[in-house]
């Protein structure tokens, strides 16, 4: 099955409050990313998160990382119609493993 | 600093032909990756490339693709004798290092295949 499983798959919110997506993976990491992408665009970074870090922010993005239960959350506070857009976390190796992605829609 | 880039952005192509997707990373980065993304699903890796050397190939089709990422120029991905199934998006990314796990990949803006 595939790893970096997001959760859930579609939400929508109305501007103003925050969204949860969730993130799952299988095997130990060295670090998680986090990826937003606008539709028919590339991929934007947003944060990366390291194994020993259990919470890390960034403007109105927050991550947490759960090692002993092998997921990581994102919140976006105070959501915005800007943020709508495809969110997928991603186990680091070499290479990236992406999960299938949260779409979120932000209302306006 | 230019980002990523890709071209085309988008190319069609019919049953047989042959597509050449080409990627030039940010600069000063060497390495590269290749990444396919079908509609509504996540990205998968396809391979890792360091100038003139393929690092890993293991989410490469074993046939009809092929890539490569010379001393000069763009790195290149080729898919021969195209299908319908080829269709989808192909992402490039690059990074300054490749410690695995702790550097960030940047990525272009895909070249959306189409074959008809």
């Known amino acids: 099955s595939q790893q970096g499983e997001e959760d859930p798959q579609a939400l929508s919110i109305q501007e103003g409050e925050n969204a949860t997506m969730n993130c799952s993976y299988k095997t130990s990491i060295n670090n998680l990313q986090w990826y937003r992408q606008n539709s028919g665009r590339g991929l934007v970074h947003l944060i990366l998160?390291?194994?020993?870090?259990r919470e890390k922010h960034s403007g109105r993005l927050r991550v947490t990382l759960d090692t002993s239960k092998k997921s990581s959350s994102l919140l976006i506070t105070a959501s915005r119609a800007a943020d709508t857009a495809s969110y997928f976390c991603?186990?680091?190796?070499?290479?990236?493993?992406f999960g299938g992605g949260t779409r979120l829609m932000v209302k306006p | 600093n230019a980002g990523v880039m890709q071209n085309p952005r988008h190319l069609v192509r019919r049953r047989g032909q042959e597509a050449r997707l080409r990627c030039s990373p940010m600069k000063g980065h060497s390495h590269v990756y290749w990444y396919r993304q079908l509609p509504e699903e996540g990205l998968k890796f396809m391979v890792y490339l360091q100038k003139e050397n393929i690092i890993d190939e293991s989410g490469m089709p074993k046939e009809r693709f092929s890539a490569e990422f010379p001393k000069e120029g763009p790195s290149i991905l080729r898919i021969q004798q195209v299908v319908r199934g080829d269709s989808a998006a192909y992402f490039c990314a690059s990074s300054l290092t490749g410690r695995g796990g702790t550097d960030t990949q940047y990525f272009g803006p895909g070249t959306r295949l189409t074959v008809l």
């Open positions: 991603a186990e680091a190796g070499n290479m990236l493993t």
């Open positions: 998160i390291r194994s020993n870090e």
